[in-house]
């Protein structure tokens, strides 16, 4: 009897055991599951947060990705920018920040039909080492990629002439000029083929000045594509792309194209530095002129009845020597120009230039072409019309190496635009007027 009992006690301790055992197992399967729930509700809150990031900072929205062809440039270098993420056919600003923030440099294109810009910045030949930023700004959107300038000590000379090209606007109509002009290896050629979305193209080349300096322009014609243009420039080696936007002539003929020209690439301190152009009728275009140290000077005109503009700084014997550059604007439209101002025993055989007192003209009238060439020299000239016609006119320089030279126009000539390309001394330039 008392054997059954102990035996009924042991199994009695027994299932005690056993639960306490399930006791347990159930203890720690509730602590699971109460850490389970802290893990979702962990989950829940994260991804409410990456939500609420995510529609309070679209990633995309007000950027604009920028690539370069290199992230080095030495100085004097252009710099291409390709950028996506503009809005479509707006102006964008082009911006050189120092490491500082600083703006050294401010330029403004144009987004093509699908926002993106293509652009190409020369940099300053006087250019300190060190780094620099690329921003480009088009409303709220912005971008900005890094570059660094690297010292040009130990480098070939001739690896310094860098190709770079830039046309004079970025969207044009049917019937204007294109005018690319730029930098390249002086006295070779450079040659250009303007492509159009449909795949016809066009070709134009001409040899760059003793300076590097070159101008290539193409004529548009109603039958020409609307949309985005592409221009490839070739020099030696060297290739550069720029692109414009080509546009149907509108029914408005209130605006004006602007345009902006120096008289010379090259200035001796105490020379007059005449800047000319086209703007807006009886409208007020302002020049700034900023030294290398950007010290500025000021000056503004009206514009004449037929849109023509001249306004004069005058330099002196104490400017500083140096890359200069010179912003004209008129009604929101700016131009920047550059000049280097050196001196008297820099210029060697003498800078050449030349140009036409006008850049349109109608049947019946006088074309002036002037400029700089080597003293008592004979500067040749031949004008060409639309059709193809060439007439010859020369003269001689005086003793300050200064030329002027006519050309009589009459009525029964045709109209459309000439081409005139004027030398002396092996060198060349190539200028265009418009006849009406």
């Not at 014609?221 to 546009?247: C, H, M, P, R």
Request: charged share 10%; with cysteine; aromatic share 8%.
């Amino acid at each position: 009897m008392l054997n059954a009992q102990v035996s009924l006690i042991g199994n009695n301790l027994t299932s005690l055991d056993s639960l306490k055992s399930g006791v347990a197992d159930i203890h720690q399967k509730l602590t699971n599951l109460e850490n389970l729930n802290t893990n979702v509700a962990d989950i829940k809150t994260r991804l409410t947060e990456m939500g609420n990031a995510s529609s309070q900072n679209p990633t995309d929205a007000g950027r604009i990705v920028i690539s370069l062809d290199k992230s080095e440039y030495l100085p004097g270098d252009t710099v291409h920018i390709d950028g996506i993420g503009a809005a479509p056919l707006k102006a964008v600003q082009v911006q050189l920040l120092d490491d500082s923030g600083f703006v050294l440099v401010g330029e403004t294109t144009w987004a093509d039909a699908t926002g993106s810009v293509m652009y190409g910045l020369q940099l300053s030949s006087l250019m300190l080492p060190g780094g620099y930023q690329i921003r480009l700004t088009c409303g709220q959107a912005t971008g900005i990629q890094p570059i660094t300038v690297i010292s040009s000590q130990g480098v070939n000379s001739a690896s310094l002439y860098s190709l770079s090209a830039q046309t004079d606007k970025s969207v044009y109509h049917t019937g204007d000029l294109i005018q690319i002009s730029g930098m390249a290896q002086p006295s070779s050629t450079v040659s250009a083929i303007m492509q159009g979305p449909s795949g016809a193209s066009f070709s134009s080349g001409t040899t760059a000045n003793s300076d590097g300096s070159y101008t290539i322009v193409f004529s548009t014609t109603q039958a020409f594509d609307a949309g985005t243009w592409t221009i490839t420039l070739t020099n030696l080696s060297q290739t550069k792309l720029v692109s414009v936007y080509l546009e149907g002539n509108s029914s408005s003929s209130s605006s004006q194209t602007f345009t902006a020209q120096s008289d010379k690439t090259f200035y001796i301190p105490g020379d007059l530095v005449e800047i000319t152009g086209m703007g807006q009728p009886s409208s007020t275009v302002t020049a700034v002129m900023s030294s290398p140290s950007h010290d500025t000077f000021t000056s503004s005109t009206g514009v004449n009845s037929d849109g023509s503009y001249t306004i004069i700084f005058s330099t002196t014997s104490s400017s500083q020597l140096g890359n200069w550059d010179v912003e004209v604007s008129d009604l929101g439209n700016s131009k920047t120009l550059y000049f280097t101002m050196g001196s008297a025993n820099s210029t060697g055989s003498g800078t050449f230039t030349a140009q036409t007192d006008k850049p349109s003209y109608a049947r019946g009238d006088l074309v002036q072409i002037s400029g700089d060439a080597q003293p008592g020299s004979t500067v040749n000239t031949t004008l060409v019309s639309p059709g193809g016609t060439t007439y010859e006119v020369s003269a001689t320089s005086n003793s300050n190496g200064n030329y002027v030279m006519f050309f009589s126009t009459s009525s029964s000539y045709q109209a459309g635009t000439w081409y005139v390309e004027v030398s002396d001394m092996g060198q060349t330039k190539i200028l265009s007027f418009g006849l009406q």
